[in-house]
C-alpha cells in the first residue's frame, strides 16, 4: 500500500499556485513579525538575564557582564512560589480535566441535534472580559457572597472562616478560566469517534468501564495531551488569579516576575524568572508529550 | 428513579457543569442591573439606569474605544499574516516546513508573561515607550499562531477534488484560488479573526506589560477591582457576551443553511 | 485562449504514456486509441494505474513520459482548463459553496460565455432536475448529484468526458438505473466518454469498448462480448466473470482443432482460440466459463468422475463446486429449467461442453491472477 500514499502525495503535484517561491511569499511577512516580536525579544531576554546593575547605580539601568549566578539567586529567591505555580497549575489541569471530559462526552455523543448550540455555550462564557468573571468569582465567593452566607448559615464553615483570599479559591478560579482551552480538544477528538467502535466493544463482551477504559480514553488521548497542554501552560503563568482571589501566600511565579518589573524594576531576575518558568514548562511539556505518545501538536 | 439517574448521569453532570459555566455570567449580568452607585459590591436595588448611561462612569468608555481599536487593528493584521501562513502550510511544499510549525507553535507554549515581559524588554531596550502601537504589535504576536492553526485546520478539511473539479472547469489557478478555494476557507478565516478578536479584546497579562499609561477594558477593570467595579463594566461586559454569542449564533444558522456538506 | 480547445477533435490517442512515481510504475507504457464518439471502459482493479491514466488525460498528473493527443493536437503537457476534457469526478465535486445553477454554468462562464441560462436550463433538463437548479448541492441525494456532475461537465461540450468510478457512491438499484442513463446521454450528446470503473458489470453493461489493465499494462482490449467469450489471459479470464483453467499439454492438432491432454482426457480446442504463446513444453491453460459445462448432458469435450461438493441456489440458476480427480475444484453454473434438480452433494458426475467455447491460454501463467482483487477496494 506504500505506493498509495506514493500517489497520494504526489497527486497534489497540480494544484493552487505552482511557483516554486510562492510558500516563501507567504511565509515572509507572518513570519518576519514572529521574528521581530517574539523570537528577538526572547533571545533579548537571555541577553537581559545574565546583566548586573552598571556602575552609575542609577534604577533600571544594567549592563551585561554574563552573571548567570543571576539564575541561582532568582530561583532560590522564588522557590516557593515557583513550585507553588507548578502545583496549582497541575491541581487545576486536573480539575479541569475532571469537569471537561463528561461535558465535552455529553455533548460529542448524547446531545443530539443540540451539539451546535451546546459548543456555542461551552465557549460563550468567554465573550466576557475574564478579568469579570474573576470578580465575579470573588464576589459570589466572597463574605457577604450567598455561598459563604449560605455555608455560615448551616454551620457547616466557621462564622470567621471564609472561602476567598485562600488557595482554594485560586485554584478554583484557575480550573474555570482555562476550561473552554480543555473543552474544545477533548470535544474534538471525542467528535471524531465513531459510536460504532464503542457498541462493538460493549458487542465484544466489554462492559461500560471497560469500554471507557480500552476503547474511548485511548482514542480520545490527543484531545486529553491538547487540552491539558493548553489548560497547563497558562495557568502556569499565570498571575491573576493570585492576586484577585488569594492572598500574599498564594502568590506565584507571575506575581514575582511582574513585581520584579514594574515595582522592583529587577529586569535581570524578572528576565532569568521568565526563562526559568518557560523551560521548566517546555521541559514539562516535552516529557509528557513523549509519555503520551501523541507528537502532533499544532 | 435510580435508574432514571444513572440512564441519565452524564446528561445532569453535563447540566451542572453548564451551571457552574454561567454562574459568573449571570451574576456580571444581574449586576449591570444594580442600583450601585460607586461601588457594586452588593445588591441595591434594580435599575436600567446603567444601560442607559454605559459611558456613565469616568473611564470606562475611553478604555473601551482603546480596546475595540486595538482588537480591530491586530485582528486585521493577524489574519491576514496567520492565513498566508496557513495557506503556504496547507496548500505548499516546502524546505524548512517543521521550523514553520515549530515557530507558530511556540508562542502558544510560551506563558503570557514571558511574552509580555520579553517585548516589554526588547521596547525599553530599543528607547520605544509603551503604548498603543507596541500593544497592537504584541497582540498580532500571539494572535498570529492562533489564526494559522485555525484557517489551516480549514484548509486541511477540504476536498482537494474540488480545486482539481476547477481547473478541470477551465477556470485558471488564479480563478480557482477566487472562486473556489477561498470561498470555502472562508468561514475558517472568519472564525479565526473571531478568535483572535476576542484573545485580543480580552487579554490583560501581555497588555499590562506593553500598553504603558493605556488603558484597555480589562486593564480598566483589573485597576478599578481594587475599590469596586462600576457598573457600566458589567453592563459593557453583558453586551459583548450578548453581541458575541449573537455573531456567532448567525454564523451557524448561515452555515448551516447555505451548505449542508 | 480556451476556446482554441473547443475546436479540438477526434480521436484520442496515447502513445507510450508512463506514470513512475519513484521506481514504482503506476502507468508502463501505455498506448491506445479511442475513436472519436465511442464509450470506452478503462476496466481494472484498484491501483492498476487506471485512475492514474485518467488524471494524466484530465491533465491532472503530468505523464513521465510519452504523449496524449486528440486529433492531431497535442495535449500532454496542457494545464487542465485549457483541454477541452471535462471530468466527472469520484464523488462528484461539486462545490458546496454554489447552487445547483452555478455549479452548471460555472465552466460556461470560465471561458467568458456571458448567456449561461439557456445551456444550463437545457442541460439540466436533459438530467430531468431543472427544479432543482437554486439549490445547494448539500440538499441534493447522492443520485441526483451524481446527474449534475454529469450535466455540469457535458454542458461544456468537451471533446472528452472522462468518469472517474462515477457510480461507486451510489446503491446498487440506483446504479443500474444510472447505468442506463449514462449511456443513453452518452447517445444523446455524441461525445466520447471514457470511463474508468472496477465494476466489470459496470463496464459491461456500458462500454462499447473495454480495456482492461492491469499493473500498469493493458492486458487485453476489445469488446464486452470478445472480452469474456475470448480472454486472452488469465486475469482476463478471471477478473471477467469466472473461469475454469486446468492445466494441459497440447498433444497435437487435426484439421482447424487442436488436441490437448488434461489429466488423461482428450480436450478439443479450436486452433483460433489458443492464444497460449509457443513454448517449448506446450503447456496451456485450458479455460471454460461455469454456465458453458453441462453435468447433463453430453457435448464433445468431457471430464469425467467428478465429486459434487457443493451446491448454492441463486435463482436463475444453480451453481456447483465439483472436485475433479486430480483434487482441483471447478464450477459449474447450471439453468435452473429442471434438468439438474435432483443432483445432490457427493454425487458422481460428468462435465461437458461444446468445444468452441473452449479456449487455450498460457500454460506458464499464474492460475490465480485477478482473481484475489477486492473488487470494493478504492
Known amino acids: 500500500m506504500a505506493f498509495v500514499a506514493a500517489v497520494a502525495k504526489r497527486s497534489s503535484t497540480v494544484r493552487g499556485i505552482k511557483r516554486p517561491s510562492t510558500p516563501y511569499l507567504l511565509l515572509i511577512p507572518g513570519l518576519l513579525w514572529l521574528c521581530l516580536f517574539f523570537i528577538y525579544p526572547l533571545i533579548n531576554l537571555a541577553s537581559t538575564s545574565t546583566q548586573t546593575p552598571s556602575e552609575s547605580g542609577e534604577i533600571g539601568s544594567y549592563v551585561q557582564t554574563f552573571r548567570f549566578a543571576n539564575y541561582i539567586d532568582a530561583f532560590s529567591g522564588a522557590r516557593e512560589q515557583f513550585t507553588r505555580s507548578i502545583i496549582y497549575a497541575l491541581i487545576a489541569t486536573l480539575l479541569a480535566l475532571a469537569i471537561s471530559y463528561p461535558l465535552a462526552y455529553a455533548i460529542a455523543f448524547k446531545s443530539g441535534k443540540w451539539k451546535n448550540l451546546l459548543l456555542v455555550l461551552v465557549v460563550a462564557p468567554f465573550f466576557t472580559s475574564f478579568l469579570l468573571r474573576t470578580i465575579a468569582w470573588k464576589q459570589i465567593l466572597g463574605n457577604e457572597g450567598p455561598v459563604v452566607t449560605v455555608l455560615r448559615g448551616l454551620h457547616i464553615i466557621g462564622p470567621q472562616t471564609g472561602l476567598t483570599a485562600s488557595a482554594f479559591a485560586v485554584v478554583t478560579g484557575m480550573t474555570y478560566n482555562f476550561l473552554p482551552f480543555m473543552t474544545l480538544p477533548l470535544y474534538a477528538s471525542l467528535e471524531r469517534i465513531d459510536p460504532r467502535t464503542l457498541e462493538a466493544a460493549g458487542d465484544l463482551y466489554a462492559n461500560a468501564i471497560t469500554t471507557f477504559r480500552k476503547v474511548t480514553f485511548p482514542l480520545s488521548l490527543p484531545g486529553v495531551v491538547a487540552g491539558t497542554l493548553l489548560t497547563f501552560i497558562p495557568a502556569a503563568g499565570d498571575y491573576i488569579n493570585a492576586t484577585l482571589l488569594g492572598n500574599p501566600k498564594t502568590k506565584m511565579v507571575g506575581n514575582v516576575i511582574e513585581s520584579r518589573f514594574f515595582e522592583i524594576v529587577d529586569y535581570p531576575t524578572a528576565a532569568a524568572l521568565s526563562f526559568m518558568l518557560m523551560a521548566a514548562i517546555l521541559i514539562l511539556v516535552a516529557v509528557y508529550v513523549r509519555r503520551s505518545g501523541t507528537d502532533e501538536l499544532v | 428513579m435510580r435508574r432514571w439517574i444513572s440512564k441519565n448521569l452524564i446528561k445532569i453532570y453535563a447540566f451542572l457543569a453548564f451551571v457552574y459555566l454561567f454562574i459568573p455570567i449571570a451574576y456580571t449580568m444581574a449586576f449591570s442591573f444594580n442600583d450601585a452607585g460607586k461601588s457594586n459590591l452588593t445588591w441595591r436595588g434594580f435599575t436600567f439606569k446603567n444601560w442607559q448611561n454605559p459611558c456613565g462612569a469616568p473611564e470606562v468608555c475611553s478604555a473601551l474605544g482603546n480596546s475595540l481599536k486595538i482588537g480591530f487593528i491586530a485582528t486585521l493584521i493577524a489574519t491576514i499574516l496567520g492565513t498566508m501562513i496557513a495557506f503556504a502550510l496547507g496548500r505548499h511544499r516546502f524546505k524548512g516546513r517543521s521550523t514553520v510549525n515549530l515557530l507558530i507553535f511556540l508562542p502558544m507554549a510560551t506563558p503570557e508573561i514571558v511574552l509580555g515581559a520579553s517585548l516589554l524588554a526588547m521596547f525599553l531596550n530599543l528607547g520605544i515607550n509603551p503604548g498603543f502601537w507596541p500593544t497592537v504589535i504584541a497582540h498580532v504576536m500571539f494572535c498570529i499562531s492562533f489564526v494559522v492553526v485555525t484557517v489551516k485546520a480549514r484548509i486541511a478539511s477540504l476536498d482537494p477534488k474540488l480545486e482539481e473539479a476547477a481547473m478541470d472547469l477551465y477556470a485558471s489557478e488564479v480563478e480557482t484560488f477566487r472562486r473556489v478555494t477561498f470561498p470555502l476557507v472562508m468561514p475558517g478565516i472568519f472564525g479565526a479573526a473571531l478568535l483572535a478578536f476576542s484573545l485580543s479584546f480580552d487579554d490583560f497579562i501581555i497588555t499590562n506589560f506593553n500598553s504603558g499609561t493605556l488603558t484597555t477594558f480589562p486593564k480598566f477593570v483589573y485597576v478599578s477591582s481594587a475599590r469596586g467595579i462600576p457598573a457600566q463594566a458589567n453592563v459593557i461586559g453583558s453586551l459583548m457576551f450578548l453581541l458575541a454569542l449573537g455573531i456567532v449564533l448567525a454564523g451557524q444558522l448561515v452555515s448551516s443553511r447555505k451548505n449542508r456538506v | ?378
Open chain 3, 1 to 378: 485562449m480556451v476556446d482554441k480547445a473547443a475546436s479540438v477533435k477526434g480521436d484520442l490517442r496515447l502513445s507510450n504514456l508512463v506514470k513512475a512515481f519513484g521506481d514504482f510504475h503506476a502507468v508502463d507504457d501505455l498506448s491506445l486509441v479511442i475513436p472519436e464518439g465511442s464509450f470506452f471502459a478503462l476496466l481494472g482493479p484498484s491501483g492498476c494505474g487506471k485512475t492514474t491514466t485518467l488524471r494524466m488525460i484530465a491533465g491532472l498528473e503530468e505523464p513521465t513520459s510519452g504523449s496524449i493527443a486528440i486529433g492531431n493536437t497535442d495535449i500532454t503537457y496542457e494545464k487542465p482548463y485549457a483541454r477541452p476534457v471535462n471530468t466527472v469526478f469520484q464523488n462528484y465535486a461539486l462545490f458546496p459553496h454554489l447552487t445547483i445553477f452555478e455549479n452548471v454554468a460555472f465552466g460556461l462562464r470560465r471561458r467568458g460565455i456571458k448567456d449561461v441560462k439557456d445551456a444550463v436550463t437545457k442541460v439540466l433538463e436533459l438530467v430531468e432536475l431543472g427544479h432543482l437548479a437554486q439549490r445547494k448541492p448539500g440538499q441534493l441525494s447522492g443520485g441526483q448529484q451524481q446527474r449534475i456532475a454529469v450535466a455540469r461537465a457535458i454542458v461544456n461540450r468537451p471533446a472528452l468526458l472522462l468518469l472517474d468510478e462515477p457510480l461507486g457512491a451510489l446503491d446498487l438499484k440506483l446504479r443500474r438505473q444510472m447505468q442506463i442513463e449514462l449511456k443513453w446521454i452518452q447517445t444523446e450528446v455524441g461525445i466520447t466518454f471514457v470511463h474508468v470503473t472496477h465494476d466489470q458489470e459496470e463496464a459491461m453493461t456500458m462500454a462499447d469498448t473495454i480495456a482492461v489493465m492491469n499493473e500498469g499494462r493493458i492486458e487485453q482490449m476489445g469488446s464486452p462480448v470478445e472480452l469474456y467469450e475470448s480472454p486472452r489471459t488469465v486475469f482476463v479470464a478471471n477478473f471477467l466473470g469466472q473461469s475454469n483453467l486446468v492445466k494441459g499439454k497440447i498433444e497435437g492438432s487435426s484439421g482447424n482443432d487442436l488436441q490437448v491432454s488434461v489429466h488423461g482426457n482428450r480436450i478439443t480446442v479450436p486452433s483460433g482460440r489458443n492464444f497460449a504463446k509457443e513454448n517449448s513444453d506446450k503447456s496451456v491453460l485450458i479455460g471454460i466459463r461455469p454456465e458453458k459445462i453441462s453435468i447433463e448432458h453430453s457435448a464433445g469435450n468431457t471430464l469425467g468422475g467428478g465429486v459434487i461438493t457443493d451446491i448454492s441456489f441463486v435463482g436463475v440458476s444453480t451453481q456447483f463446486q465439483i472436485q475433479m480427480p486430480w483434487g482441483q475444484e471447478l464450477s459449474v453454473f447450471e439453468q435452473n429449467d429442471g434438468g439438474a434438480s435432483h443432483l445432490q452433494t457427493g454425487d458422481t458426475v460428468q462435465l461437458s461442453w461444446k468445444p468452441e467455447f473452449t479456449f487455450a491460454l498460457d500454460g506458464t501463467a499464474d492460475v490465480d491472477a485477478g482473481t484475489s482483487v477486492n473488487p470494493d477496494e478504492e
